[in-house]
């Protein structure tokens, strides 16, 4: 049986990215966007023009365009704060983290946890450009670096996803 052990630590630009992929790659996250956008859309409507008496003034032009740009950003800026406050508050969870990943399951140790998921319980795999993302629910995600893979250890994992397409959706480049 293969057995892939991979050890990393996230910096605070890491997680923010990281998280921030997980919540565009997730269900609720384009939701969640879509939703925001409407309501600070309704939001920027009302407190701009809530009589609608600027009609055909600029405000009517841009409201749309501000809605749409404003939730995006502030998601990126919030999950950038919230990552580096994770990091300091919770730092053992982010920093050195072994996993250990067979055909049977996904186990993660750090320091002062241990979890194992089996393949079962995983929703999907996604593979990106510098990233694995494990996610053991709708919104949540194992985080795995390419950059601290040997390339051995990448070609190792890509044959345990195949052999575990049965079991979970698997998703690779």
């Known amino acids: 049986m293969k057995e892939i052990t991979i050890r990393q630590s996230f910096t605070a630009a890491e997680l923010s990215n990281g998280s921030l992929y997980t919540l565009l790659y ?10 925001y956008s409407f309501i600070t859309l309704n939001l920027v409507l009302q407190v701009i023009n809530p009589y609608g ?18 939730v995006p950003l502030l998601f990126i800026f919030t999950i950038k704060r919230q990552a580096g406050k994770a990091l300091i508050k ?42 694995y993302f494990i996610f053991i629910n709708e919104q949540q995600a194992l985080l795995l670096k390419k950059s601290n893979m040997d390339p051995w250890q990448e070609e190792e994992l890509k044959e345990v996803l195949k052999i575990v397409r049965n079991k979970t959706k698997v998703s690779l480049k």
Not at 26 to 35: E, N, P, W
Not at 60 to 66: G, K, L, V
Not at 113 to 118: D, F, G, L, W
């Open 26 to 35: 997730s269900r609720l996250g384009k939701v969640l966007m879509f939703a």
């Open 90 to 131: 919770k730092g053992r969870y982010y920093k050195n983290i072994s996993f250990t990943i067979t055909p049977d399951h996904v186990k993660t140790d750090g320091e002062g946890y241990s979890n194992t998921y089996r393949w079962e319980e995983i929703v999907k795999v996604k593979e990106v450009k510098n990233w």
């Open 53 to 70: 008496l600027f009609g055909d003034g600029i405000e009517a032009d841009y409201t749309p365009f501000i809605a749409v740009t404003l």
